[in-house]
């Protein structure tokens, strides 16, 4: 037996409380497991346990060395195990949460195709705008859109989050172009009411960021409703990329105001803090920063991409 192997039989008797019993369990004799602690302790020089006819007790330095085995060894499983993770088929129910429009227009395709290259894993997918919590509500993952809260999960960033202020030709014809932020207090904002802060649009202003006061007869929770609205020409509305990019290349909404747009948002995902992830995390994360990336192709169209 090695080093582990002699403070495995330590730990063993000290949780079992029982030289008999901590040998049964190991699959050793009573002897040989009381020889190894006898010759622990004389490796050591210590005494680690104080031995009765009726009963075990620990040592002040044998409570300190079983702490410190106890983590070791829990080390090494945790070790193993992620050695092993890393080349373990994803398999199992993985749980979902996020965002409702960029769950239907662009996680349902990738999940599809996740799903083909890991037939062994179910996912439960749950998609609304609320900040859910992962460990109370039993999340394993979760694609999180804006700035991130302090927190203890773990984030990896899967993609860029470019914002456009649009518009539709039929609204410019009818109430002019803005070409400047100041301007858009005479025009139908239409108000995205999830933003911590709807009522003001930030831009980039003389080299420093500055929120507009914006007003309109639209406020709503759902960023596909405000393009439908910008599209039949009611307004104009701040709408991330990965849900505008069709209007902007159909045509039926344009892009104003670029120079000035402020888009320092990502999509994430993120999931509780752990030793090592399990497969099926590791798969889906690993699928969605592949699949998004540092360009995604959302933003493939110049038009889109620019602003």
């Known amino acids: 037996m090695d080093r582990l192997d002699d403070m495995a ?16 369990r190991l699959g050793l004799s009573k002897s040989v497991v009381s020889r190894r ?28 060395f079983y702490e410190r085995a106890t983590r070791i060894l829990a080390d090494v499983d945790e070790a193993e195990q992620a050695a092993g993770d890393l080349h373990a088929a994803p398999r199992g129910t993985l749980r979902v949460n996020a965002p409702v429009s960029f769950g239907v227009k662009h996680l349902a395709p990738a ?11 179910e996912i439960e ?17 979760a694609v999180r859109i804006g700035r991130l809260r302090d927190s203890s999960l773990i984030a990896r960033r899967l993609a860029p989050v470019r914002r456009a202020l649009i518009g539709s030709p039929a609204y410019f014809a009818r109430r002019g172009r803005p070409s400047h932020p100041d301007e858009l207090t005479r025009h139908n904002c239409l108000v995205y009411t999830n933003s911590p802060v709807a009522d003001q649009w930030s ?24 393009l439908e609205a910008v599209r039949q020409g009611i307004g104009l509305a701040i709408l991330p990329t990965f849900i505008a990019s069709e209007a902007l290349k159909d045509g039926s909404a344009e892009c104003i105001l670029r120079e000035f747009t402020v888009s320092e948002i990502a ?41």
Request: hydrophobic share 40%; with cysteine.
């Open 37 to 64: 602690l006898t010759e622990l302790e004389n490796r050591l020089g210590v005494r680690l346990l104080n031995r009765t006819t009726r009963r075990l007790s620990l040592t002040e330095v044998g409570q300190a």
């Open 111 to 121: 999940i599809a195709d996740l799903m083909e290259h890991h037939p062994e894993m």
């Open 203 to 226: 831009f980039r202003i003389d080299g420093e960021i500055r929120p507009v006061r914006v007003a309109g007869s639209l406020r709503v929770n759902n960023g596909e409703i405000l």
């Open 125 to 141: 997918m749950d998609l609304n705008d609320r900040y859910v919590d992962l460990v109370d509500e039993g999340y394993d993952v």
């Open 267 to 307: 999509v994430h995902a993120v999931y509780p803090h752990g030793r090592h992830l399990s497969p099926k995390v590791r798969a889906f994360v690993d699928f969605l920063a592949s699949r998004f990336g540092p360009s995604p192709y959302w933003d493939e169209a110049q038009s889109v991409a620019s602003g």
């Open 9 to 24: 039989v330590f730990v063993k008797v000290v949780d079992c409380r029982s030289f008999t019993l901590a040998a049964e």
